[in-house]
T-cell receptor
Framework: SAVISQKPSRDICQRGTSLTIQCQVD?????MFWYRQQPGQSLTLIAT?????????ESGFVIDKFPISRPNLTFSTLTVSNMSPEDSSIYLC????????????FGSGTQLSVL | QKEVEQNSGPLSVPEGAIASLNCTYS??????FFWYRQYSGKSPELIMF??SNGDKEDGRFTAQLNKASQYVSLLIRDSQPSDSATYLC?????????????WGAGTKLIIKP
C-alpha cells in the first residue's frame, strides 16, 4: 500500500486568490493523479502528473487554471488559480499501488470553500 | 462514451441484513472492477476489486460480476451501522491500466440499527 499525506486538509479562500495543495507519498510512484469531487458528485479526474514531464489534463481542465508540479517521484502540487465559488470542492491526490499498480490509493483530501 | 452507473440511493438496510449494491458499465471490454467506500467528509477507501475472470469474497464482502448483463455487485453480509457510507463503483476499461478508472456517482447506504 501507500501512505499519502495531503495538505491542507481544508481551507476557506476568497474569490480571485489561488491555493496550492501538496501531496506527499511514502514510496516512489511514476504517476500521481489529481481528482475533484464536487458536493454530492463522484470523482472527476483533473490531470495525471508525471515526473519529469508536463501534466496531462483531462477534457475541461487547463494548465492555466490548475497548474501542477511534479518535482520528484514522491511529491506533487496542484494549484487552483483565480478561484471562484464554482471551485468549491474536495480535491484528492491519488497514486497506484507502488508494488502492483493494481489499485488506486487516495490522500485524505482537501476541502476547499471559495467565498 | 464509457459510463458507469449506480443508483444514488439512499439504500436503507436493517442491521444484520444483507446489503446489495449494483453498478452497470457500458464498455463490454472492461477488465477490472473496484468498490470504494467513502465516509462523509473522508476520502475513498478501496474495499474490493475483481477481475473479469471471477468473483471474490473477503470477510463480509462479496463482489460479483455478471459479464453478460454488464453489471457488478457488492454484497455486504451482516450489515453493521459502521457500513453506512457512500459506495463508489469504478471500472478499468483497459488492460494494464487499473488506475485509469471510470467512476460511478456512488450509492449512499444507510444501515438502520
Amino acid at each position: 500500500s501507500a501512505v499519502i499525506s495531503q495538505k491542507p486538509s481544508r481551507d476557506i479562500c476568497q474569490r480571485g486568490t489561488s491555493l496550492t495543495i501538496q501531496c506527499q507519498v511514502d514510496s516512489q510512484v511514476t504517476m500521481m493523479f489529481w481528482y475533484r469531487q464536487q458536493p454530492g458528485q463522484s470523482l472527476t479526474l483533473i490531470a495525471t502528473a508525471n515526473q519529469g514531464s508536463e501534466a496531462t489534463y483531462e477534457s475541461g481542465f487547463v494548465i492555466d487554471k490548475f497548474p501542477i508540479s511534479r518535482p520528484n517521484l514522491t511529491f506533487s502540487t496542484l494549484t487552483v488559480s483565480n478561484m471562484s465559488p464554482e471551485d468549491s470542492s474536495i480535491y484528492l491526490c491519488s497514486v497506484p499501488d507502488p508494488s502492483t499498480n493494481e489499485k488506486l490509493f487516495f490522500g485524505s483530501g482537501t476541502q476547499l470553500s471559495v467565498l | 462514451q464509457k459510463e458507469v452507473e449506480q443508483n444514488s440511493g439512499p439504500l436503507s438496510v436493517p442491521e444484520g441484513a444483507i446489503a446489495s449494491l449494483n453498478c452497470t458499465y457500458s464498455d463490454r471490454g472492461s477488465q477490472s472492477f473496484f468498490w470504494y467506500r467513502q465516509y462523509s467528509g473522508k476520502s475513498p477507501e478501496l474495499i474490493m476489486f475483481i477481475y473479469s475472470n471471477g468473483d471474490k469474497e473477503d470477510g463480509r464482502f462479496t463482489a460479483q460480476l455478471n459479464k453478460a448483463s454488464q453489471y457488478v455487485s457488492l454484497l455486504i453480509r451482516d450489515s453493521q451501522p459502521s457500513d453506512s457510507a457512500t459506495y463508489l463503483c469504478a471500472v478499468a476499461p483497459f488492460m494494464d491500466s487499473n488506475y485509469q478508472l471510470i467512476w460511478g456517482a456512488g450509492t449512499k447506504l444507510i444501515i438502520k440499527p
